[in-house]
Every structure is written in C-alpha cells, then in structure tokens.
C-alpha cells in the first residue's frame, strides 16, 4: 500500500484548538489593562504611602499572573498542536492551565481570609475616601475585562467524527451541541480571576460606604470574608471540573447510555467495554468493544455514533460471538 492512500485513512489532532487565536488576543488585552493599573496602584501606594492602594495593586499582581498562564497555555498548545508527543494533541493544556488557576485562587481567598480574620481581632485606620477611589478604579479595570473575556468565550471547535479500530478508518463528522465537557478551562480560569477581583471591588465599596457614613468599620473585615468564602466556591468548582479533564475521567452516564443505545440498537450487538474521556474543549475520544453474532466493519458500528456527543477520535473492536440466542 503506497503511503499517500493512508491520507484518507488519518487526521489531525487539533481538538478545542478551532477559535483560540481570539480568545488569545482578548487575554492579552486583559493582561495588558491589568498590568497597567497594577503599576499604577503600587506606584501610588508607594508613593503617598497608602497600604490600600499598595495592597489593591499586589492583588492585581497575583491576577496578572494567573493571566499570564492563561495566554501561555494558549501559546503552547497552538505551537505544539501538531507535536506528534501529544498522543491525542494539545487540548487538555487549557485545563491544566485551568487547574494552575483555581490553585491560584483557592490561595488567594485563603490569604484573604487570614488577613481579614485578624483585621477583625486587630482592627486598622482606615482612610476612607482613599480607599474608595482605589476601589472604584478596580472596579472599572475589572469591569472592562469581564467584558473583553465574556464576549471571547465562543464554541467554534474543529473536531472530527471518527477514529481507528480493525481494519477501519477516521472520517470527518459534524458540528455537536455544547454541553459540560466543551468548556475552555483555561478562559474559565482566567475569566473567574477577573470576577473574583471584581467581587473584591463590589464587597470593598460596599463596606466601605458603611464604615464611613455608618461607622461600621468591622464591615470592611467581614467582607472579605464573605468574598473569601465565594471564591473558594468557584476555585473548587474550576478545580473539580479541570482535575476530571486531567485524570481521563469517565464522561458522564447519559453520553455513554447514548454510545451503548446507539450500538445495540435492539439487535444482536453488544458493547462490552466501553472508555469515554475529554481530550480538550468540545471533544471526547471513545474506545469501544463489541461482540455479536453478525460483525461488521468498524465504519458501520461508528456511524451509529450520534454527532452531538463531541466524539472527534473512536475506536471500534469487534468480536464475533457465534452463539445464538439469549444474548447475555
């Protein structure tokens, strides 16, 4: 067989990888926004001595960072795409960036917590229309980059509808609808740091106006805890939903009922084994058995996959059963 006719029979592993160049751009804007306020908050506390507004800009620091990661992540898996290294490509970079993320934040709400805690017990000065002016400014540097990665979170996954099994071969299939496993981890990440730093913003204003025109000083301290206790809520979501990307975890029971469904659709087929796993954003690889009494070519087994499942790369066994009868 002449090397050119294996052309029909393989294809490229760039799963999630379809629409990231946008999504790239928007977080180097971002990064871009972030840092520039970050210089200007620091430079500021330095300057006038204000611990808020040299605090607010270390803040953004760790933000910066996490940003950073997030268009290193999209760098890295463009160049790497066709690294023949990466068995199934480069789309899980995403969640693994995604993961380095939550991390980032879970510390973060923890040193939030800490400090917040013994603002409590320990109570400082502070200089109200100081601290309000920095609060707003992160309130609109967030604000504009909420927006930027909002609008850049789009679906448009190039993905195939096939794989390799006995004697059989990939084939290009069609667009699926979005579910859970189609999520860009990375943006997420990226995206909750935006949010959280928002949140932080909300909560300082709010308990700011109450400590100045209410005399509630004890306010500022206890929202950062409420801030705290919310993105330690996202960051374990984030952590949860990237670590099941990482680890190949089953996908979920309604899409391997669906693979099973479609396969022994009433006849004589059975699947056997069965191995369903994301391999980056809007895609999923399958392994299947089947045994029956009647075998077919893989082809025929795979074309009984439902495209919205997001299967970009399947493989198909067959095993021929010659009993009859009860097929258990």
């Known amino acids: 067989m002449h090397t050119e006719t294996l052309k029909d029979w393989t294809h490229a592993h760039r799963f999630g990888l379809g629409d990231t160049g946008e999504r790239e751009r928007r977080v180097r804007w971002v990064i871009a926004i972030t840092a520039a306020a970050m210089v200007l908050e620091i430079a500021g506390g330095l300057a006038f001595g204000s611990m808020a507004l040299l605090a607010d800009g270390l803040h953004m620091a760790s933000h910066a960072t996490a940003l950073a990661i997030a268009a290193f992540a999209y760098a890295f898996a463009r160049r790497h795409a066709a690294n023949p290294r990466f068995s199934f490509g480069t789309g899980k970079v995403g969640a693994l960036a995604g993961f380095a993320s939550a991390v980032l934040l879970l510390g973060f709400a923890v040193v939030m917590a800490g400090e917040s805690v013994g603002r409590l017990i320990a109570p400082m000065e502070i200089v109200f229309d100081q601290a309000l002016l920095v609060a707003v400014i992160g ?26 099994g006995h004697g059989g071969h990939g084939h290009d299939g069609h667009d699926h609808a ?22 932080t913003s909300v909560l300082a204003i709010a308990a700011l106006l109450a400590g100045k025109y209410a005399g509630w000083v004890w306010m500022d301290p206890m929202m950062g805890i409420v801030g705290a206790v919310l993105i330690t809520r996202w960051s374990w979501g984030l952590l949860r939903q990237t670590s099941r990307v990482l680890v190949d975890a089953q996908a979920p029971e309604p899409v391997c009922r669906a693979i099973t469904d479609a396969i022994e659709g009433g006849g004589s087929d059975r699947v056997a084994d069965l191995h369903v796993w994301s391999i980056g954003p809007g895609a999923r690889a399958a392994i299947l058995a089947v045994v029956t009494d009647t075998p077919q070519a893989p082809e025929h087994y795979r074309d009984r996959l ?14 021929h059963c010659p009993h009859h009868g009860d097929p258990a």
Do not use: C, F, Q, T
């Not at 979005?178 to 949140?199: C, F, M, P, S």
């Not at 439902?306 to 095993?319: N, R, T």
């Open 178 to 199: 979005d579910d859970d496993h189609a999520h860009d981890h990375n943006l997420r990440g990226a995206y909750l740091h935006v949010i959280a730093d928002a949140l």
């Open 139 to 164: 309130l609109a540097v967030n604000a504009v980059s909420a927006v930027l990665l909002r609008h850049g979170h789009s679906h448009g996954h190039e993905h195939g509808h096939g794989g390799h």
């Open 306 to 319: 439902p495209d919205h499942l997001g299967l970009a790369h399947v493989s198909v066994e067959v095993h």
